[in-house]
C-alpha cells in the first residue's frame, strides 16, 4: 500500500498547502493520494476550489493508517500548535512540503512538518524547527532560526542573524533587519518593519514596528 498525505487543515491555507503538493514531482513525492482531516466541514468550498480531495474526518477522530504521512496546514499559529499537539498523542509521521521553486542554502537545518511555498529563499545556515510555514516569496536570511510553529506570511523579508521564538505570526510584507528578534507567540503586523526586538506576546505593527 502506498502512502497518504494527510493535511490536517481544509481551510484557505490548507487549499493553497495541497495545490503546492501538486506541483512536486511524482519521483519526489512519498505519497500516492491525499486527504483532509478538518474540524470544520469545508467540503462546500474545497469543491468550489475544483480540489478533487476528501476531508475524512476531523482531527480528533483522525484514525492513521500505516503509510500516512501528515502536515499541519494552519495559518494562527496557536491553533496550527494546538492541532498538533493533538495529533502527536496519535503518533503520526509529520512531512515537509517543499514547493520545488524553493531555494535552499547551505547547511540549512530543517525540522520536521515545515512548508515551504513558491519562491521562497532560506539562505545559508539558516535554521526552521519543527511546523514552521514560510509562505510565498519570502526570504529568510544567512544564520537566522526560526521557531517552532511560526507562521511568516507571504512576502517576507527576514534578513541576516534574526531570531524568531516559537509561534510568532509575520504578517505579509513584513520586514526584520539583521539581528532582530521576536519573542514567542508575538505578532509583527503586515508591512511592519523590526528594527531590533519585540517581546513575547505583544503586537507590534508600522514602519518602524511600535507596540500596540
Not at 486527504?35 to 474526518?57: G, M, R, Y
Not at 529568510?140 to 542573524?161: L, M, N, P, Q, R
Not at 507590534?204 to 507596540?211: E, T
Amino acid at each position: 500500500m502506498g502512502k497518504r498525505l494527510v493535511i490536517a487543515g481544509a481551510g484557505s491555507f490548507g487549499r493553497e498547502v495541497w495545490q503546492w503538493s501538486e506541483h512536486i514531482a511524482i519521483e519526489n513525492k512519498s505519497w500516492d493520494s491525499v486527504v483532509f482531516i478538518n474540524d470544520i466541514d469545508t467540503s462546500e468550498k474545497i469543491a468550489e476550489s475544483q480540489i478533487d480531495c476528501p476531508i475524512i474526518s476531523n482531527i480528533d477522530d483522525y484514525t492513521p493508517l500505516e503509510n500516512d504521512v501528515v502536515v499541519c496546514a494552519v495559518g494562527n499559529p496557536i491553533g496550527k500548535l494546538n492541532i498538533v499537539n493533538r495529533l502527536k498523542e496519535k503518533n503520526v509521521q509529520f512531512t515537509n512540503i517543499i514547493h520545488p521553486t524553493v531555494i535552499i542554502g547551505s547547511g540549512v537545518q530543517l525540522g520536521i512538518g515545515i512548508v515551504l511555498c513558491p519562491y521562497t529563499t532560506v539562505s545559508v545556515n539558516a535554521q526552521l524547527r519543527d511546523h514552521v510555514a514560510v509562505n510565498i516569496c519570502c526570504t529568510i536570511g544567512h544564520d537566522s532560526k526560526i521557531g517552532e510553529g511560526a507562521v511568516i506570511s507571504a512576502h517576507c523579508d527576514i534578513t541576516g542573524f534574526c531570531e524568531i521564538d516559537d509561534g510568532v505570526f509575520l504578517g505579509s510584507g513584513a520586514r526584520l533587519l539583521p539581528n532582530s528578534n521576536v519573542g514567542s507567540f508575538a505578532t509583527v503586523g503586515a508591512g511592519c518593519v523590526v528594527l531590533k526586538e519585540v517581546e513575547a506576546y505583544k503586537t507590534v505593527v508600522g514602519v518602524p514596528a511600535r507596540y500596540i
